[in-house]
């Protein structure tokens, strides 16, 4: 008589269980790439604002710090307003003054450029236009603060109002608020610099 060994097979119920911890654990790694995928998005987008607001900051706090009459005599600024500055400066330090504008618009920081040209000279046709940033926040915040020689004792008449800026503007404050995304504020990265301008020398 042969004896035949009893082989255990695998019940529903213990098939069932292998299934559910399979589930189970190949949705904690799905969930798992997608909170690390999120938080290198978020990290990503934090380094381009953080990257937008410092470039900008540094290139205009050069530029501006080197201000100097046009060649043509002009005035070294041109116009000073909340959100549009135009100023004659060597920017690219080549040994000729450019005439530079930074504008924002809406959420959008532009640079033009004028070089010098002709004989007399003037800035009328070599002009080259460049975006800064398509991602700043400031709304209807200024851009640009304007202060007399008397900041920071005066508080008082600083900055000073749109009528005083021309002629008694000796530095410069900027304030850049900057966020990739539009509908979290609370995600803004916020410079702030402020300019002596050389050329004006009671401000030396």
Known sequence: ??????TQGVTIIELLIAIAITSIIGLGIVAL????????????????????ANYASSMISKELRR?????????LLSNASDQNIVFYSDYDLDG??????????????TKT??????????????????TISDI?????????????ENYPTDTENNPLPANQRLSDTRSI????????????????YVV???INIRMLKDNL
């Open 192 to 194: 702030d610099s402020f």
């Open 1 to 6: 008589m042969k004896n035949y060994k009893q």
């Open 96 to 109: 000729r003054i450019e005439r530079v504008q930074y504008q924002l618009v809406g959420t959008t920081l």
């Open 67 to 75: 201000a100097s009459q046009s060649e043509t005599g002009s005035y």
């Open 136 to 148: 700043i926040r400031n709304g209807s915040d200024p851009l640009f603060y304007y202060y007399n």
């Open 33 to 52: 790439q997608y909170i690390l995928g999120q938080n290198q998005i978020a990290i990503t987008t934090s380094y381009k604002s953080i990257e937008d």
């Open 113 to 130: 450029i004028t070089k010098p040209t002709g004989t007399p000279v003037t800035y009328s046709t070599d002009t080259t236009n460049t």
């Open 173 to 188: 404050g900027i304030h850049l608020k900057v966020n990739t995304n539009a509908n979290d504020n609370t995600k803004d």
